[in-house]
């Protein structure tokens, strides 16, 4: 498998924790969405994404996009250590939280759209600044409000083993922080962030460990 | 089971077209987004989904949100009609569809974000229109080129028969033709529109055919 990535995309983020928990490798490309305009925006990588968007994952022939959708497939073919768990309810619930996080929060936040704001619309980086904290805000606090209240949540987001909604949690929270945003507000997602970074799939699987780190 | 939904809602829309593509009834219950300053806003509402988002589905005592998620529960509980194929490399190119709307089209353009951008950042109506277009038009393209290169398209998203992909495409086709995009631009998708439409379960759904319509 060949993953095309960038350390900092938090999309690919989430799935070199999905590959690492389940002991999988995959040759890193490095996708650099800075350098020479956004290698992400070229051609060639747009033959691979019309979206041009990370992550990318090949396997074999097949190219697959949408990072939720590559732990899915990930998880479906190698179940060994599963990211979703067994009943449908369970499931259900997994999805919702990496939803949450991957509709709602991220999509909101990214490179693409910071940089719309300050070029089309001239906001100024304090406005910039109270965009991204308006919406990680938003998204953490109803996060920390479900993860608080439900018992089905454990040491992790769903009981006691990391599943598809750490894989989420883990790289926003991560982006949280290098905006300065102040996650003493979510005990429990701060919490199970701990416990999560604490396993070495997930340590092996942040930023500042990959070969394209800057 | 109950439905919280808005005629108008995409989210909303594509859990209706699933649930009548499934033949299975749920009692719908208006959720206006605009009166009383955004029923979603309210206590009520927020006690059951702390999000302030369409749609809840509750079945039983179970609350459901995040509408990718909401379907694939139901595709899992009543698999009679299948929202995704049966081979995992079909079912991560449904939901790469899905999510490429769901993730990368929908959470820009939804009522918050358009009331952040007016009431936050004084955007004028031409700016805002212009945001619009400019995120529809970006994940309508790329989806436009993906599918009208993949041997995998069929006269749905995937194949002959509707699935997870087609739920999300009809909504946010609706939606951008309610502000005006220019779909002409897009024949696969309109194509794929045109079939789906064509059939009674997304005629049921559709926001002019739902109680709380106006």
Known sequence: MKLHTYFRSSAAYRVRIAL????????????HLLNHGGEQ?????????????????????????????????LDELHPAV???????AGRARVRSLALAIACDIHPL?????????????????????????????????????????????GAFCHGDAP?????????Q?????RFGCDLALYPTLERIAAACEALPAFAAARPEAQADAQ
């Open 20 to 31: 690492h928990l389940k002991g999988l490798t995959a040759e890193q490309i490095p996708v």
């Open 41 to 73: 925006l070229g051609e060639a990588f747009g033959a691979l994404n019309p979206q041009h968007l990370l992550p990318v994952l090949e396997d074999g022939d097949l190219v697959l996009t949408q990072s939720v959708a590559i732990v899915e497939y």
């Open 82 to 88: 599963p990211l979703l768990p067994l009943d449908a």
């Open 109 to 153: 936040n990214n490179l693409r759209v910071l940089k719309y704001l300050e070029k089309e619309l001239h906001i100024t980086p304090e406005q910039k600044s109270a965009w991204y904290r308006h919406w990680v805000g938003t998204g953490l606090a109803a996060l920390e409000t479900r993860l608080a209240q439900d018992a089905a949540t």
């Open 163 to 171: 599943t598809l909604a750490d894989c989420c949690l883990v790289p």
């Open 173 to 177: 929270l991560y982006n949280a922080r």
